[in-house]
């Protein structure tokens, strides 16, 4: 069972709702089984090579005299009790899951370079959230796709991240830039010439121009969510509010969905 297989199981879409300016909201519920050992173990599997890729665990941890387990929590994965870890847990997590639901049904290219060089566990990493990218021919078009999402998780308190996640995708519009450059540097210090290039494709939309997507993403557990005060949501301030996605996730207890899934991480390394 892959994770990929899996997720599309357990993210299922409710009904949508819309904003207090009539922007549609597109509502999903994360039914998650921790019962299900098989899809919690590709799933933490999955999780841990973003921080640290399991071919160089070994190397990275030689000199340290930690075991694997010890090395990501110690080392790579934010604490689960130490303010700010916490919440840059749940931040993480926020994004990662978004950039699944992206990548495995929405098709695009989701370039996996925002953890694992954090130079401090406990913060999370500037510039966008999450990017996707998205190809329509082998050759290069103006259809082709760029997505920037913005992320917020309310996973402890009743607020509307679905507002802020809009209102810092406001930001999205000019620290794009730098954050494929980022992407594109990890790539090129890694050697990996193709997907720099993909990256590439996107830096220079006045001589090749693509279709530009923006997204606000908001993750609740379902005793925090409030359907009414995520209708309080106004994007008339975005600066591109006709091309802007909303989405909202909830699921039931999803800081302790958080907490064990660090701890399968580690545990399962």
């Not at 990017?131 to 796709?145: Q, Y």
């Not at 996730?249 to 399968?264: C, P, T």
Request: charged share 30%; proline share 3%; glycine share 4%.
């Amino acid at each position: 069972m892959t994770w990929k297989k899996k997720f599309g199981t357990w993210l299922t879409q409710e009904e949508s709702i819309q904003t207090a300016n009539g922007q549609v909201v597109q509502v999903f519920s994360f039914d998650y089984n921790f019962a299900d050992e098989e899809a919690m173990s590709a799933w933490a599997k999955h999780f841990r090579n973003h921080y640290c890729p399991d071919n160089k665990i070994d190397i990275l941890r030689s000199g340290t005299g930690l075991s694997k387990k010890d090395y990501l929590l110690n080392r790579k994965f934010p604490d689960q009790t130490v303010a700010p870890g916490p919440s840059v847990r749940s931040g993480d997590f926020s994004e990662i899951l978004i950039a699944d639901y992206f990548e495995f049904l929405l098709d695009y290219w989701i370039p996996r370079t925002r953890y694992s060089n954090k130079s401090n566990k406990n913060s999370s990493t500037m510039g966008s959230d999450i990017i996707g990218l998205r190809f329509f021919d082998k050759n290069e078009t103006e259809k082709d796709t760029i997505a920037v999402i913005e992320s917020k998780a309310s996973f402890k308190s009743k607020r509307n991240g679905l507002q802020e996640a809009i209102n810092h995708s406001v930001k999205d519009e000019k620290r794009l830039a730098e954050s494929l450059n980022a992407m594109k540097q990890r790539y090129i210090e890694t050697n990996n010439i193709e997907n720099a290039k993909k990256v590439e494709r996107f830096e220079n939309p006045s001589d090749r121009p693509y279709t530009m997507l923006y997204g606000a993403a908001a993750l609740f557990s379902n005793e925090t969510y409030n359907e009414e005060f995520v209708r309080t949501s106004d994007t008339s301030n975005h600066v591109d509010s006709h091309h802007l996605m909303l989405i909202v996730v909830k699921g039931d207890n999803m800081m302790n969905l958080v907490h064990e899934l660090y701890r399968r991480a580690a545990d399962e390394a």
